[in-house]
């Protein structure tokens, strides 16, 4: 049986610094913001990344980043960031996400990564089951 998967959700407002030549937002700069949509979607699933580290010696390490560009952000735009767990495994992640521009709803790209479960030494562990659960229930999985 499969529940709705949850979507996370971040806000944020494009820096000059983030702008290229052409005065559009330097392509790198999704990434970074994927980045913010996964914590954001972690803290609203109940934790903390930083925790995660910390306490169980949990990391989920980037092995794959993909990225479709769309349209244009520009410097002062407001843009959203949406963020789903698409799959759970015993120590593999994947995300994908959405960034618009929140005043019009212009889709400005799409993409998705992937994350290895490892230790702090880079060695692959599996998702300690408090996160397991809580992921694969925001992917839309009963658990």
Request: some cysteine; aromatic content about 10%.
């Amino acid at each position: 049986m499969t529940t709705k998967p949850i979507t996370g959700e971040a806000n944020l407002r494009v820096r000059y610094a983030e702008t290229d030549q052409m005065g559009v937002v330097y392509h790198s700069n999704f990434i970074i913001w994927f980045e913010v949509g996964r914590v954001e979607l972690l803290r609203q699933l109940g934790f903390e990344y930083s925790a995660m580290e910390r306490e169980d010696d949990c990391h989920i390490a980037v092995v794959d980043v993909r990225v479709r560009y769309k349209a244009p952000a520009r410097y002062d735009d407001q843009i959203l960031v949406r963020t789903r767990l698409k799959n759970v495994r015993d120590s593999l992640l994947h995300f994908t996400y959405e960034v618009a521009r929140a005043t019009d709803g212009t889709l400005l790209a799409e993409g998705e990564t992937t994350h290895l479960v490892v230790d702090k030494n880079m060695e692959r562990k599996a998702l300690p089951e408090k996160y397991r659960a809580a992921f694969q229930k925001a992917a839309g999985r009963d658990v």
